[in-house]
């Protein structure tokens, strides 16, 4: 697989003290954990659930000039097909 000029960052609107906690029962992650405790980020990209107060998990690309050129707003960690498109997406750029 070709080296892909990427950048992975994953955003919750958790605490990031459980951030840390969730970090360190899974060991060192190859990319950082931010929080969105005030929730402005998944409000601003429209997956913020007011009824619960979470955000929708979501994958989002954004290109070097800050458009967003792919997303998937049911990103669901079980089904393979959602990473292989994010992927194949990626391979395009």
């Known amino acids: 697989m070709q080296k892909l000029d990427t950048e992975v960052l994953s955003i919750s609107v958790d605490h990031i003290y459980s951030h840390n906690v ?3 029962s899974l060991g060192t992650l190859p990319f950082p954990l931010l929080s969105d405790w005030f929730k402005k980020t998944a409000k601003e990209y429209g997956v913020f659930n007011p009824e619960d ?6 994958v989002f690309v954004v290109n070097k000039e800050g458009k967003i050129t792919f997303m998937n707003t049911q990103f669901k960690a ?7 498109e994010c992927l194949e997406h990626l391979e395009r750029l």
Do not use: G, I, L
Not at 53 to 58: D, G, V
Not at 78 to 84: A, I, M, R, S
């Open 22 to 24: 969730f970090e360190a």
């Open 53 to 58: 107060e979470t955000a929708k998990r979501s």
């Open 78 to 84: 079980d089904e393979d097909e959602h990473y292989t």
